[in-house]
Every structure is written in C-alpha cells, then in structure tokens.
C-alpha cells in the first residue's frame, strides 16, 4: 500500500530498497526555502542496519503489508522465546535479538501482538504498559525534590529503570514497554 512521505509514523514498517524497514525515529521539516520533507531513521529487519532517508512530502513509499496475529507467550530457553496462538494452538518461536530488552518484560501467559510478512514473524508488539516489582533500589535522600530527581532501581526481571524516590524494594509499578520508563506505582 502507497503511503505518502507526510504519514510515515514510528513503529511502521515500510518495504524499502528491497529491504523491510521499521520506523525508529520520524521528523517532519518545513524549511523557510524549499519543501517540506520528512527526514526518517530506520532500521532494517532483515540485515539489523540502520538508514536515515529524507524524503520529500510529494514522495510516496510502500508500507509493507503486515498480517496482526495475538499470541500468548509460553516460555523462553537460550536462544528463542515461544508462543501459542490461542486459537488455532499454532505454536511459534522468535530469535532472542528479534525482540531485545522488551523480551525481559514478558510473562507466561502475557497476550501480545506478533506482526507477520509472508508467514514470517517479523516483530513483538507488547502491550503499552507492564506491571513490574521492584527487586533493589538506593534509599531515598533525605531533601531531594522529588520533581526532577530520580533514583536507578533494578526490576525482577533484570531491567534497569530510573524510578521517583519514594519507590522502595518490593514496590508494583508500572513500566510503559515503548520507552522502558516508569509510568506510576501501583
């Protein structure tokens, strides 16, 4: 499907160079002189590199056609992750590198959106927020405005965020899975 350069949007996939390319970062610029144009950093699915292209707002590009299945995930080993569709009980399994830290925030039974190109599963979408406990975190400082400090803190799983100082060990929070930020306490 033709889409124009002025609808490029992060997350997209779009078939490129004979290459399929995922939108990482996406700046939209109307220059005093000249047209307006769209500069676009994207990364490559098939050979992980990255590109950054400009192109023009009369310029269109192919966005790649994308089948949306829900999975449910099993379990992970060494190498891959594992998931089930819970309809057709079609089990899958996707490179560990293919999903990156976001894999970190998945547990058993976590319903998430896999995106297939020709029967090939090509990314996770996981849902927008994950809810996480706290494993360690430093003691709050006694005088620190807690508007524009935060502290490092370690989830169960691994992860390192930067939480507010009042988050303590053992504390729920919930962790926006786009940006790998703390969202609230739960």
Not at 1 to 13: L, P
Not at 87 to 107: A, C, P, W, Y
Request: net charge neutral; hydrophobic share 35%.
């Amino acid at each position: 499907m033709k889409i124009n350069a002025t609808e490029i949007r992060v997350g997209m996939i779009l078939d490129y160079k004979q290459d399929l390319w995922e939108v990482l970062k996406t700046n939209h610029v109307k220059p005093g002189k000249g047209g307006a144009f769209a500069q676009v950093e994207m990364k490559s699915l098939n050979k992980n590199t990255k590109l950054n292209e400009r192109f023009r707002s009369s310029e269109t590009v192919e966005k790649a056609s994308l089948d949306e299945i829900k999975f449910n995930y099993l379990y992970s080993d060494e190498n891959s992750y594992y998931f089930i569709n819970p309809e057709t009980f079609d089990q899958i399994d996707i490179v560990k590198n293919t999903i990156g830290d976001q894999g970190k925030l998945l547990s058993e039974n976590l319903e998430v959106l896999i995106n297939f190109h020709n029967d090939k599963p090509l990314n996770v979408k996981l849902p927008n927020q994950i809810n996480c406990k706290i494993k360690n975190t430093d003691a709050a400082i006694k005088g620190q405005t807690v508007s524009s400090s935060y502290k490092p803190a370690t989830l169960s799983n691994g992860l390192q965020v930067q939480v507010p100082p009042f988050i303590e060990n053992d504390d729920t929070i919930v962790i926006d899975t786009r940006t790998m930020e703390y969202v609230k306490k739960i």
